[in-house]
């Protein structure tokens, strides 16, 4: 996993974001603007406090979001890490020979600021999302 920089965020599967959001903001986080992107059918907002890593709250935006299946399967709780690469592609490629596989092409993400992202999922790693630094 060379080409893995930086932690960007944990991922949590949730069905309503301020419901989770609720008892972190009570505790002195902050949430972002709640992003729709449509791409990925989800719901996206951030929590942030200083000096705590960021949260990235992930809820079904209409039927069959990817993110049903994580909470069928898990309910609410972290299932990813994002990790900030440099060239996106050349990471997707190096991390499919290390037995990585892309659940999807990368593709501009309007929550990360239209830098391009990307799943991938490995059955001894589980699943981490890239970012492209620009």
């Known amino acids: ?26 505790g002195g986080w902050t949430l972002s603007e709640v992003f729709d992107e449509k791409v990925q059918n989800a719901r996206i907002a951030f929590l942030t406090k200083p000096g705590m890593m960021k949260i990235e709250l992930v809820a ?8 049903d299946h994580v909470l069928e399967v898990q309910g609410v709780a972290p299932y990813h890490i994002c990790y900030v690469v440099e060239d996106i592609m050349r990471a997707v490629e190096d ?16 929550a990360m600021e239209n ?4 799943y991938l999922y490995h059955i001894d790693v589980g699943t981490i999302e890239l970012v492209s630094k620009e």
């Open 1 to 26: 996993m060379k080409h893995l920089m930086q932690m960007d965020h944990i991922g949590y599967a949730v069905h309503d974001i301020g419901q989770t959001a609720e008892p972190y903001l009570k």
């Open 60 to 67: 079904p935006l209409e039927d069959k979001s990817p993110v």
């Open 95 to 110: 991390l499919f020979e290390e037995g990585f596989r892309p659940l999807f092409l990368p593709v501009p993400s309007v």
């Open 115 to 118: 830098r391009k992202i990307c």
